[in-house]
């Protein structure tokens, strides 16, 4: 099984909610990512949990919260965003014990804030 | 990371090969090169990676230039799922990776 899931699919919030994301994988992979796409643009790196312990934050606004409860689940929790926070956020996982480098991508949640 | 140029579209015609182009003048001795590709509105995929060595798995060949300078991934009969933006991504391997994806090159494979 090398498949990343995502829930929802799509999402659609107001300013004012409190939402979350889902992402899951059975590989055995202990590095989890976040990351956020607009569109037309290249896939941005926001977090990067390893071993169920963030290890990169990249200067993300704290409206967005991850969280990883277990080696196969990432959370990430949304609140008070802005329209400009619309976009596509994938997720992703690898194994960092691996000589190789690959990143399994979910297909990704499209996210609308009005 | 070392940083990595790609036209920004090139078109092939189904069925033929297409030759896609990564400079990456900069890349030291660790480094390896990879590729990914995404399908309009899907998660990006694996293609292949390689660290000086020509490549080859079932997707597609990578033809690294003896100096490492540069790459092309080479898709040997094109077809119209191939259409997708393509990323050349330099890094070392192994932990946890900060990916930084260029602009990539948009394929378009056409009838």
């Known amino acids: 099984d090398t498949e990343v899931t995502q829930t929802p699919k799509h999402l659609v919030m107001g300013m004012t909610n409190k939402k979350s994301l889902k992402c899951e994988q059975h590989?055995?992979?202990?590095?989890m990512y976040w990351y956020k796409q607009k569109a037309k643009k290249p896939p941005e790196l926001m977090f990067v949990?390893?071993?169920?312990?963030?290890?990169i934050n990249e200067s993300v606004p704290s409206r967005f919260s991850p969280e990883c409860p277990n080696s196969s689940l990432l959370n990430l929790h949304l609140h008070a965003l802005q329209p400009e926070d619309s976009a596509l956020y994938l997720c992703?996982?690898?194994?960092?014990?691996?000589?190789?480098?690959?990143?399994?991508f979910g297909p990704g949640t499209r996210l609308t804030v009005t | 990371d070392a940083k990595t140029t790609q036209p920004p579209s090139m078109d092939c015609a189904e069925g033929r090969a297409a030759n896609l182009p990564c400079n990456h003048s900069?890349?030291?001795?660790?480094?390896?090169v990879y590729w990914y590709r995404q399908i309009h509105s899907q998660g990006p995929q694996y293609i292949i990676h390689?660290?000086?060595n020509n490549e080859t798995n079932e997707m597609a060949s990578l033809i690294i230039t003896e100096d490492r300078k540069s790459s092309t991934l080479i898709l040997p009969h094109a077809t119209l799922r191939d259409t997708a933006v393509y990323y050349c991504?330099?890094?070392?391997?192994?932990?946890?990776?900060?990916?930084?994806f260029g602009t990539g090159t948009k394929l378009q494979v056409i009838p």
């Open positions: 992703a996982s690898s194994q960092p014990a691996s000589g190789s480098y690959e990143q399994y």
């Open positions: 590989m055995g992979h202990r590095a």
């Open positions: 949990y390893s071993y169920e312990k963030l290890s």
């Open positions: 900069t890349i030291s001795g660790n480094e390896y």
């Open positions: 390689g660290l000086k």
């Open positions: 991504i330099v890094r070392v391997p192994g932990g946890y990776q900060k990916v930084t």
